[in-house]
T-cell receptor, first 116, second 114 residues
Framework: AQSVAQPEDQVNVAEGNPLTVKCTYS??????LFWYVQYPNRGLQFLLK??????LVKGSYGFEAEFNKSQTSFHLKKPSALVSDSALYFC??????????????FGKGTKLSVIP | DSGVTQTPKHLITATGQRVTLRCSPR?????VYWYQQSLDQGLQFLIQ???????AKGNILERFSAQQFPDLHSELNLSSLELGDSALYFC?????????????FGEGSRLTVL
């Protein structure tokens, strides 16, 4: 079965510094990988995805993620953090057995705190 | 605003009771997904419907059931409620074809079982 690991429960970064939120995955076949963000008392919002093509994927709000097949990783990055980036970030992988379905398996989430 | 509407936003009930959560997907989206978010289990996929038919099933208990109606809204029914069913229940819809994998989540229904 597919799985996603987010090794850090919390990441603290100073405003203006680069940020990285880590994600590793395990899935049979070609991975479909996603990042979502959840602000307090809100639903999840799609940030970006990797399905095929360029290993560096650009998404919303200046975020990007790098797919590394050999390390089975899909880390989320941003060159300069904003206080407004503080939120809960989820990495997810599509269940490859779900033909026609985008049933996602989510990691446990990483709380990002950007310190002014 | 994701365009996905969930009601009620908050619900408090007692053990053994039954509740119904409702979801209206984004206009034009045929797929509806239900997820449960709790502190100990994280986000768990429950079930997916596509154009009225069940498409995929996850960790959904037998006490739970769902359906999608002809107007594409969906309902999640939770019965014989237990304390451990307290959680945030999310509905998400997906355009499927032109933006595969991009789920649009509602703001959730927070269920508290006392």
């Amino acid at each position: 079965a597919q799985s996603v690991a987010q090794p850090e429960d919390q990441v603290n970064v100073a405003e203006g510094n680069p940020l990285t939120v880590k994600c590793t995955y395990s899935v049979s076949g070609n991975p479909y990988l996603f990042w979502y963000v959840q602000y307090p008392n809100r639903g999840l919002q799609f940030l970006l995805k990797y399905i095929t093509g360029d290993n560096l994927v650009k998404g919303s709000y200046g975020f990007e993620a790098e797919f590394n097949k050999s390390q089975t990783s899909f880390h989320l990055k941003k060159p300069s953090a904003l206080v407004s980036d503080s939120a809960l970030y989820f990495c997810a992988v599509r269940d490859p057995s779900g033909a026609g379905s985008y049933q996602l398996t989510f990691g446990k989430g990483t709380k990002l705190s950007v310190i002014p | 605003d994701s365009g996905v509407t969930q009601t009620p936003k908050h619900l408090i009930t007692a053990t053994g009771q039954r509740v119904t959560l409702r979801c209206s997907p984004r206009s034009g989206d045929l797929s509806v997904y239900w997820y449960q978010q709790s502190l100990d289990q994280g986000l768990q996929f429950l079930i997916q419907y596509y154009n009225g038919e069940e498409r995929a099933k996850g960790n959904i208990l037998e006490r739970f059931s769902a359906q999608q109606f002809p107007d594409l809204h969906s309902e999640l029914n939770l019965s014989s409620l237990e304390l451990g069913d307290s959680a945030l229940y999310f509905c998400a819809s997906s355009p499927t074809r032109d933006r595969p994998g991009e789920l649009f989540f509602g703001e959730g229904s927070r269920l508290t079982v006392l």
